[in-house]
């Protein structure tokens, strides 16, 4: 009761990498020198196995939004027709882009807690043969709901469109086979399933990208990916980088391989069974229920409580720190994150801290019957028969 560690529960900024955060110490040394020189290549050869992908994968210095907008600026020219997805805050973020751009978007809406069916894409694209890309979320964060990214990558690789997914919380969470699907812009945050602070993103470009940049005239300076390959080629990033979050990408990646980015997956998705088991056990109601998400698990309020008095009472009663819902979802939904450096000790707290809070607000919940349902998918998943 009265000693609370804070834990950092959210869907990103995720929980940190022990030894990534202590490798971040050691950025004492200067980008321009052999320190930096042997280091960084090495973290560029690991995202790529990682993302595994024969497409080069570059770095950008920024939080996601930043090589969102390089996937913009990079690639396309004023007035150029897209197809952008929005199934929420974060494919809003990408029709934001498109205006600030002045790209001539095709929005194609879903309910929040919904997402774009694959055949909506087709139709959009046989509609405007003359779109010049695709934006989507892989997992829509905002409400936790996952779209069917081989099924829309099959679609648009037979087009001249380019496929650009933001998986910030895609990476690490469900499976991409980036090259196969013809995935030609992937996009990743260095706070997600990479478990480290925010700070950095990743964008993987394909043959195909790099060839429609060769026309597109957006203006870009910090974020030209052209320039950013150029020196990368060479050991080096193009400007300043953060190096201290290099080090600590650099333990991450380490740790990933170490474990298998497939087992990375397989964990968020074992969590995700979990939560949403849990959830149903104690009663709530699951927002995304049609195409759950592995990255994060959106909740429902129960009837006439604001979801803030749950995300508050975690925090002040056991420093977890957990995700309300955002923008016009905020109250109505609390999120419950599984992705990166999270385990089911993790999922047995949260769970268990949501049991009480619950019971606390006077809902009829049966202390402990989430915690059984967390234990019975781990148990599940031990024996290897996945239910
Ligand atoms: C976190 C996130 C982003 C990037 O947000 P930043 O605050 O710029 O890092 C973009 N898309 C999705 C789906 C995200 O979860």
Redesign the pocket.
């Known amino acids: 009761m009265h000693v609370k560690k804070q834990r950092l529960l959210t869907?990103?900024p995720t929980p940190l990498l022990p030894r990534a955060l202590h490798a971040m110490m050691a950025s004492d040394i200067h980008h321009r020198t052999q320190d930096f020189i042997q280091l960084y290549p090495r973290v560029l050869a690991d995202l790529k196995e990682v993302y595994g992908t024969q497409n080069d994968v570059l770095i950008t210095v920024?939080?996601?939004?930043?090589a969102?907008e390089a996937a913009v600026s990079n690639f396309f020219s004023e007035g150029d027709k897209v197809v952008v997805l929005s199934a929420g805050k974060?494919g809003e973020?990408w029709a934001d882009l498109a205006k600030a751009y002045r790209l001539n978007a095709v929005v194609l809406t879903a309910e929040y807690g919904q997402v774009v069916s694959p055949e909506r894409v087709a139709q959009a694209l046989s509609e405007n043969p003359d779109a010049k890309g695709v934006f989507f979320?892989?997992?829509?964060?905002?409400t936790g709901a996952a779209h069917d990214v081989r099924a829309i990558g099959e679609i648009v690789k037979q087009t001249p469109a380019l496929c650009i997914v933001?998986a910030?919380?895609?990476l690490g969470t469900m499976p991409l086979d980036i090259d196969g699907w013809g995935l030609d812009l992937v996009?990743g945050?260095s706070?997600?399933a990479f478990m480290i602070p925010?700070g950095l993103?990743f964008i993987s470009v394909s043959p195909k990208a790099w060839a429609q940049s060769e026309t597109a005239r957006l203006p870009r300076m910090y974020f030209d990916l052209k320039r950013e390959k150029k020196m990368a080629d060479k050991g080096e990033s193009a400007w300043t980088p953060n190096v201290s979050h290099i080090l600590a990408l650099a333990e991450a990646l380490a740790y990933i391989k170490q474990l298998g980015m497939a087992q990375l997956v397989e964990n968020a998705q074992l969590l995700a069974r979990a939560t949403r088991a849990a959830a149903v056990e104690v009663g709530l109601e699951l927002f995304a229920s049609g195409s759950p998400s592995s990255?994060v698990t959106a909740i429902k309020a129960p009837a006439g409580m604001d979801s803030g008095e749950i995300v508050k009472a975690f925090r002040n009663q056991f420093g977890s720190i957990i995700a309300n819902g955002q923008g016009t979802m905020k109250g109505k939904i609390f999120r419950i994150a599984h992705l990166g450096y999270f385990d089911f000790a993790d999922l047995f707290a949260v769970v268990a801290e949501l049991e009480l809070i619950l019971h606390q607000k006077g809902l009829p919940v049966t202390l402990g019957k989430g915690v059984a349902a967390v234990q019975r998918t781990y148990l599940e998943a031990q024996s290897g028969k996945q239910s």
Not at 137 to 142: F, K, P
């Open positions: 869907p990103g920024s939080s996601g939004t930043g969102m974060f973020r979320q892989a997992s829509e964060t905002s933001d910030i919380t895609g996009i945050g706070q997600k925010p993103a990255s």
